[in-house]
């Protein structure tokens, strides 16, 4: 029994059918990831993501409460990461509060009571 080698010299991208070369970590179309790069990049990259403080900005307004989890796993220090958290619950309390005002003006103004 002999064994063919095959060189191959192209890949195809998964996420959007590019060509490119066989070494390539990633996608120069799409920024997918292709096979060649390790398992543990895509979670640096994500944690690396997550410690730009604009991120954070954006997850705390959109999200409140429910991305505590999230926050607590950036580099920021202990003391940082407190303060997002409880900015996180103030927000909330007050976002909830606000609906529930704007609710109870609105049943209100319709209702007439």
């Known amino acids: 029994m002999s064994m063919n080698t095959v060189n191959?010299?192209?890949?195809?991208?998964s996420d959007c059918g590019a060509e490119l070369a066989a070494t390539a970590a990633t996608c120069q179309h799409c920024g997918g990831a292709?096979?060649?790069?390790?398992?543990?990049?895509?979670?640096?990259k994500l944690k690396q993501l997550l410690d730009r403080p604009w991120v954070i900005v954006v997850l705390l307004l959109h999200v409140?409460?429910?991305g505590i989890p999230v926050y607590w796993?950036?580099?920021y220090s202990v003391a940082t990461r407190?303060?997002?958290?409880?900015?996180?619950?103030?927000?909330?309390?007050?976002a909830v509060g606000f609906i529930v005002m704007m609710l109870r003006w609105l049943i209100s103004l319709v209702f007439g009571g």
Do not use: D, M
């Open 8 to 13: 191959v010299t192209t890949i195809i991208c």
């Open 34 to 44: 292709t096979a060649n790069q390790p398992p543990n990049a895509s979670k640096e």
């Open 64 to 66: 409140g409460l429910l």
């Open 73 to 75: 796993k950036t580099n």
């Open 82 to 94: 407190l303060l997002i958290v409880v900015a996180s619950i103030v927000y909330t309390a007050g």
